[in-house]
């Protein structure tokens, strides 16, 4: 379901990537949104230890690293955001009783679901089959009640509510979403909206991400 709402062009920041800059993991990737930084590792298919075992599929484990300190209730959050995502895009069927491992650390924090597209781009760089691709979007909504996609930290702490959307590539449908402070259903459904059509520009900027450094390689 694609939801619309006419006439309105929803605003994100500039965005980065680079893939395999990492030697140890199977798959590496940094994504930059703005002043926010990512850096994400992907580890696996491996051999899964028996007490995780699961017999159809392979087991999938999610690590936030803040950047300063130990993790806390805000990274336990966001890993379970990123493991919803990743096990709906995933084909982890192909790869039954084994290990994938995701290692995300921030490298700088100024809003947005950085992590989530970080993820992404680092399990395509580790060639891990995926049903689609996806992207993470962040809304707030102000004190005036108008809906913000891609905000800063500031304008996060200054909303009275925050929706995280994880939206996939193929039919632009709701992977995950998390919602925090208070939203009425008309609200929700326009965050939506516009977390689809910010979406595009996302998945543009990973097909020409994607296309660059194929194309260097194959010069």
């Known amino acids: 379901m694609d939801l619309s709402v006419h006439g309105v062009s929803p605003a994100t920041r500039e965005f ?3 893939q395999n800059l990492l030697s140890r993991p199977d798959g590496s990737a940094s994504f930059i949104q703005g002043n926010t930084s990512v850096l994400a590792g992907v580890y696996g298919p491996a051999e899964v230890k028996v007490s995780k075992e699961i017999y159809d599929r392979a087991t999938l484990e999610v690590v936030m690293q803040p950047k300063i300190g130990l993790p806390g209730v805000r990274e336990r959050a966001r890993e ?14 192909l790869h039954p009783r084994s290990s994938l491992t995701l290692i995300l650390q921030e490298v700088h924090d100024d809003g947005s679901a950085c992590c989530l597209n970080a993820a992404c781009m680092a399990l395509m ?23 913000i996609t891609d905000p800063t930290l500031q304008q996060e702490k200054e909303s009275r509510a925050l929706m995280t959307f994880a ?16 939203i009425s259903i008309q609200e929700l459904q326009e965050a939506i909206a516009l977390s689809q059509k910010a979406s595009h520009r996302i998945f543009e900027f990973y097909r020409g991400s994607v296309s660059r450094r ?3 390689t194959l010069k």
């Open 16 to 18: 980065g990537c680079e």
């Open 80 to 93: 379970q955001c990123v493991r919803e995502t990743c096990e709906a895009a995933l084909l982890s069927t």
């Open 125 to 147: 760089d580790a060639g891990l089959p995926m049903s689609c691709l996806f992207c993470g979007i962040t809304c707030v909504i102000n004190t005036d009640g108008q809906i």
């Open 167 to 182: 939206i996939d590539s193929t039919e632009k449908r709701v992977l995950m979403s998390s919602t925090k402070g208070s």
């Open 214 to 216: 194929y194309s260097k």
